[in-house]
């Protein structure tokens, strides 16, 4: 079945850049049903949307982030990436990947990856 | 944006039934029945439960139900079972501006 797998730097300084990928198994990237989104969680908080992107490399982000966030596509090797720039201790957060799907517009996240914690320090 | 609102916790006996409510907006709950809800137990990635207001997935009890009246969506789960006590969070398509809302979430104690 669909799986999704987050990777990349568990650790990251202040005002420098956060990137994680996302790989996508038992299914393809480029359906043409379903948008790749990214989901933060904060330490004991709720859940916060950061953005989403379609295969062919259209995106949405969440307004309170689009200034400092870039969602990527690489079709190639299945997998979609996330760079969130400028981080501050505010970013520390557990990061998901999920698929976007619905109706359209997509309005669902399933199934999730198992997350990632991202720590924002010196 | 602001989040949808829910109860910051519930609880119930085992074989209750209980309801979560999810307060929006007619710009977000009220404008759409795209409504989602997510299961998320402590150290693990939130679940789908409900989607599109009232649709279960395929794998998820029918314990589990949704509905929406005006901005408020609810999320009702019947039979209470000791394996439901987890976090219980709300999603809504919010318009082509800002496509998704979440609630704060729910905290649900089966005692």
């Known amino acids: 079945q669909l799986q999704l797998q987050e990777s990349g730097p568990g650790l990251v300084k202040p005002s420098e850049t956060l990137s994680l990928t996302c790989t996508v198994s038992?299914?393809?990237?480029?359906?043409?049903?379903?948008?790749w989104g990214w989901i933060r969680q904060p330490p004991g908080k709720g859940l916060e949307w950061i953005g989403s992107i379609y295969y062919s490399g259209s995106t949405y982000y969440n307004p309170s982030l689009k200034s400092r966030v870039t969602i990527s596509v690489d079709t190639s090797k299945n997998q979609f990436s996330l760079k969130l720039s400028s981080v501050t201790a505010a970013d520390t957060a557990v990061y998901y990947c999920?698929?976007?799907?619905?109706?359209?517009?997509?309005?669902?996240?399933?199934?999730w990856g198992q997350g990632t914690l991202v720590t924002v320090s010196s | 944006q602001s989040a949808l609102t829910q109860p910051a916790s519930v609880s119930g006996s085992p074989g209750q039934s209980i309801t979560i409510s999810c307060t929006g907006t007619s710009s977000d709950v009220g404008s759409y029945n795209l409504v989602s809800w997510y299961q998320q137990h402590p150290g693990k990635a939130p679940k789908l439960m409900i989607y599109e207001g009232s649709k279960r997935p395929s794998g998820v009890s029918n314990r589990f139900s949704g509905s929406k009246s005006g901005n408020t969506a609810s999320l009702t789960i019947s039979g209470l079972q000791a394996e439901d006590e987890a976090d219980y969070y709300c999603?809504?398509?919010?318009?082509?501006?800002?496509?998704?809302?979440f609630g704060g979430g729910t905290k649900l104690t089966v005692l």
């Open positions: 999603c809504s398509y919010a318009g082509s501006s800002t496509p998704v809302v």
């Open positions: 999920a698929r976007h799907g619905g109706f359209p517009p997509p309005n669902w996240f399933d199934p």
């Open positions: 038992g299914g393809s990237i480029s359906s043409s049903s379903y948008y």
